[in-house]
C-alpha cells in the first residue's frame, strides 16, 4: 500500500487530516453519491497534535446523520413530543433556523430510539424528512419555511418504525413509505409535494434508496420487505426484482450498492450477493454474478474502495470480500461493536469505522489484512450517526447533541 509507512507512524487522529480547502458537501445518507465515500483527502505529512472540540449543541434525540451543504448544517431530532430539523452555522453552531412539528409516539420494539433515524436529503434549495412515523417534510433550505408537509400512510410503519432516507433526484423527492405489508415508493414533485409517481408493488423495510443507471436506464433500486427491486425514476415502472424475504431477527436494513450494471445487496443470516442487470429489448434481467453466504452486515451498510467490498458484520466483526469474485478477503477477530449497530466512510486509502460505541477505528482499504492504523473516542454517549468527515472538521451526532472536532 503506497502511504502504509505513514500511516503507521501516526495516531488515528490523522486520519481526520484534509487540505486547507473546504471538503465535499455531504447533502444526504451516505454522502453526495449515496456510497459512503468521501473525495479530496490527503494524508498529513505530520501528525496533529490532537483533536479539539469547536463545539457542540443540544439537538435532541435520534439517529439521523446530519446534512452539510456549504456552511451550514442540517440536523433532524425529536425534542419532546416533536420533531425538529434544525438549521446550523457550521462554523459555529448557531441556530439559523428550525422547524417543528407534532410527531407520533414512539412505542413497543422502536421505542429505544424515539427519535427520527432518517437522514435529511438537501438538494435545489429544498430539505426533505421522514419522520419515525412516515410524515414526509420538504422545507426550503435558506428559511426553513414548510414548502409542503405529506403523510400517505398514516398510522402505518415498519415494526421498529421508519429508517429508510428519503433522496432527491430530478426535481423530485423520493421516500419508502408504510410497511407491513401496506406502502409505497412514492415520488413528490419537489416544488408541489404532488405525487409524481408511486411503485405499490411492496412496503418499506429500513433500507434506503438509490439512484443509478442500469442497463442504460435511470433507476430507483431499493431493498423492501421482502425483495431488492428497481424501478424507472422517470414514472416508478417496476423493472426488475428479485425476492429477498427477511427471517426472524433479521432485516432488510442496508443500502444496495451499485457499480456499473451491478448491484450488491445483503441481509444478516442471508450473505451478501451481486447481480448484473441486463436488458433484452424491454426486459430488464438479473443475473446472478456471485454469491458469498460466510458474512453479512445486519445494520451498517458496506463501502465499496478499489475493487474490494469492506463491512461490519451482524456481529460487529469487520469483514472485506472481493467484489469481483465475493471471495471472503478477510474476517476480523476482534468484533467492534454490539448487534451490528454502526457506519462506515471510505476516504480513499483508509476505511473509518464508527461502531455504536462511540469510538472511531480506522483501518486500510486492503484486502490482506485487518490492519489498524487508529482508533480513538469521539462520542461519550451512543453514536448511530455517520460521521460527517470535511476539511473543516467532523461532525458527530450522538445521543442528544451534535458536535464539530477539529485539529489542533
Known amino acids: 500500500m503506497r502511504t502504509a509507512w505513514r500511516w503507521a507512524t501516526v495516531t488515528g487522529i490523522a486520519v481526520l487530516c484534509m487540505s486547507s480547502v473546504f471538503g465535499q458537501d455531504w447533502p444526504q445518507w451516505r454522502g453526495p453519491n449515496r456510497d459512503g465515500r468521501v ?20 439537538v435532541g434525540a435520534g439517529d439521523a446523520t446530519p446534512a452539510l ?10 425534542q419532546g413530543d416533536e420533531e425538529v430539523t434544525t438549521c446550523l452555522s457550521a462554523a459555529d453552531g448557531s441556530k439559523v433556523w428550525e422547524d417543528r412539528y407534532a410527531a407520533a409516539a414512539v412505542v413497543g420494539a422502536g421505542a429505544r430510539h424515539p427519535g427520527p433515524r432518517s437522514s435529511p436529503a438537501v438538494a435545489e434549495g429544498k430539505v426533505v424528512t421522514l419522520g419515525v412515523a412516515g ?24 415494526m421498529f418504525f ?41 412496503a418499506a423495510e ?6 443509478a443507471t442500469l442497463a442504460g436506464t435511470r433507476q430507483i433500486v431499493t431493498l423492501s420487505e421482502a425483495s431488492v427491486f ?23 436494513s442496508a443500502t444496495p450498492i451499485v457499480s456499473g450494471d451491478t448491484v450488491i445487496y445483503a441481509g444478516s443470516g442471508r450473505g451478501t450477493h451481486a447481480v448484473r442487470i441486463e436488458k433484452q429489448g424491454d426486459v430488464f434481467t438479473p443475473v446472478a454474478v456471485w454469491t458469498n453466504a460466510e458474512v453479512a452486515p445486519q445494520f451498517a451498510t458496506p463501502v465499496l474502495e478499489g475493487g474490494l467490498l469492506f463491512g461490519m458484520s451482524d456481529a460487529g466483526n469487520l469483514y472485506c470480500l472481493n467484489a469481483g469474485t465475493g471471495a471472503t478477503a478477510w474476517v476480523d477477530a476482534n468484533p467492534v461493536g454490539q448487534g451490528g449497530f454502526g457506519s462506515l466512510v471510505s476516504l480513499g486509502e483508509v476505511i473509518v469505522a464508527l461502531p455504536s460505541t462511540g469510538e472511531v477505528i480506522a483501518i486500510e482499504a486492503t484486502g490482506e489484512a485487518c490492519t489498524e492504523v487508529g482508533r480513538f473516542r469521539v462520542a461519550d454517549t451512543p453514536t448511530y450517526a455517520h460521521p460527517v468527515i470535511t476539511a473543516g472538521g467532523v461532525y458527530i451526532k450522538d445521543e442528544g447533541s451534535v458536535r464539530r472536532l477539529t485539529l489542533n
Open 69 to 78: 451543504v456549504g456552511d451550514r448544517l442540517y440536523v433532524f431530532t425529536r
Open 39 to 58: 473525495e479530496g483527502y490527503l494524508l498529513p505529512g505530520t501528525p496533529p497534535s490532537g483533536l479539539a472540540e469547536a463545539w457542540s449543541v443540544a
Open 230 to 252: 428497481g424501478v424507472d425514476a422517470a414514472d416508478g415502472t417496476l423493472l426488475w426484482r428479485i425476492p429477498f424475504p427477511v427471517a426472524r431477527r433479521s432485516y432488510n
Open 206 to 211: 429500513y433500507g434506503s434508496p438509490v439512484v
Open 135 to 158: 410524515i414526509v417534510s420538504c422545507l426550503d433550505a435558506a428559511t426553513g419555511a414548510v414548502a409542503w408537509r405529506k403523510d400517505p400512510f398514516p398510522n402505518v410503519v415498519p
Open 162 to 202: 421508519t429508517s429508510s432516507s428519503p433522496l432527491i433526484a430530478d426535481g423530485m423527492a423520493v421516500a419508502f413509505l408504510g410497511g407491513q405489508g401496506d406502502g409505497a415508493l412514492m415520488a413528490f414533485d419537489l416544488a408541489t409535494g404532488e405525487v409524481a409517481w408511486q411503485c405499490a408493488d411492496e
